[in-house]
């Protein structure tokens, strides 16, 4: 592999890491209805305000999310709704395995 080739997939990988995370797929999916200040992302969530920063930041520096300032507001919103598409990817994996899992193990209770 190239170097160049070798960069594209670490930045990939980066970008992975970035969604890897229970609390920050769920950000995700709340700012994809639309901007949120991190106020509410504090009302939501049981988490304080310095760890709800640092999980927006971790999806900014990825650039999946974007913010402005408002006073001493900050707001987030989607910079890269795509995302969606991909997590929803994800999503038809999970059902999958789980219909296999399923099936594997109806079929071990026949055995039985």
Known sequence: MKHDEMQFYMKRAETLKA?????????????AEGELCVCEFNKALDLDYSTISRHLSVLRKAGIVEYRKSGKQVYYSMRTPCILGFLSCFDEVIKMNIKQETEYLISRERVE
């Not at 229970?22 to 999916?29: C, L, N």
């Open 19 to 31: 969604l890897a995370n229970p609390y920050r797929m769920w950000m995700v999916e709340k700012l």
